[in-house]
């Protein structure tokens, strides 16, 4: 396994979902945290909401993006390029693995710790790890410098 992997495998495995692993790895590369925002993502968790409806990999790789590129205060505006990033992104992502559902992509294989009633789904680490792999080459290509949000 590799450095990727393992992280993902270490925030998985204390409860985070693909969605606020995607978010809390890209705080941690530039050197931040952010709680709040990391808990207000738990609800994209399991196809948000738990529904198995849009994957947490696919919404949790669009926070990350915005996170670069989005508007985030009043006198900002979105990045000229946030739109094309969200478009590649997303259709790099169906094309990749088929689908944008939850349900479609890893069915219901998941464990239940029961002492926590916490549930774990089992088939997330590969998209993950390539999903997470492409979010860095997107922005990459529209001239964002990965772990650091302050313009140069």
């Not at 738990?42 to 948000?48: E, T, W």
């Amino acid at each position: 396994m590799d450095e990727t992997g393992f992280r993902m495998f270490r925030l998985s495995s204390v409860g985070y979902c693909c969605a606020q692993i995607l978010i809390k790895m890209a705080l941690e590369d530039e050197g931040t945290e952010n709680e709040d925002l990391i808990r207000a993502l738990n609800g994209l968790c399991m196809g948000i909401g738990s529904e198995q409806k849009t994957c947490g990999v696919l919404t949790g790789g669009i926070a990350v993006l915005g996170l670069y590129a989005g508007k985030g205060n009043d006198q900002e505006c979105p990045s000229p390029s946030y739109t094309a990033m969200v478009d590649e992104f997303t259709g790099w992502f169906r094309e990749e693995f088929g689908s944008t559902d939850c349900a479609d992509l890893i069915g219901v294989c998941s464990v239940i710790d029961y002492q926590t009633n916490q549930e774990y789904r089992l088939k997330c680490g590969d998209t993950l790890i390539r999903s997470f792999e492409k979010i860095r080459e997107i922005l990459r290509g529209h001239d964002f410098t990965w772990g650091s949000r302050v313009p140069d």
